[in-house]
Nanobody
Framework: QVQLVESGGGSVQPGGSLRLSCAAS????????MGWYRQSPGKQREFVAA???????HYLNSVKGRFTISGDNAKNTVYLQMNSLKPEDTAVYYC???????????????WGQGTQVTVSS
């Protein structure tokens, strides 16, 4: 079994910053990529950013230049530094672990429980 534990959400004024963290634990052999998705009321969940095991990064166009994703493979942890936050960034942010291979050779994706990010004056 694999668990994802997120932290770092909260409320901030426009232009402010927040840092999200997500740690994967359990019977992990390898993880293909870790990333973040977000969902706001009435909208579908959307991809925000991801980092692959070899360090490649991908971003939603609207967060490029403002958000930075980084990871620590040894700790199976991913971080999302969010700067210059805008009200439209308000959402529940979900951590995702893509193609997690367990030590028992099962392969599947995992999701965190979500953390609220609110950007408001």
């Amino acid at each position: 079994q694999v668990q994802l534990v997120e932290s770092g959400g909260g409320s901030v004024q426009p232009g402010g910053s927040l840092r999200l963290s997500c740690a994967a634990s359990g019977s992990i052999f390898s993880i293909n990529a870790m990333g973040w998705y977000r969902q706001s009321p009435g909208k579908q969940r959307e991809f925000v950013a991801a980092i692959t095991s070899d360090g490649g990064t991908h971003y939603l166009n609207s967060v490029k230049g403002r958000f930075t994703i980084s990871g620590d493979n040894a700790k199976n942890t991913v971080y999302l530094q969010m700067n210059s936050l805008k009200p439209e960034d308000t959402a529940v942010y979900y951590c995702n672990a893509d193609r997690v291979l367990s030590i028992t050779r099962t392969l599947r994706d995992y999701w965190g429980q979500g953390t609220q990010v609110t950007v408001s004056s």
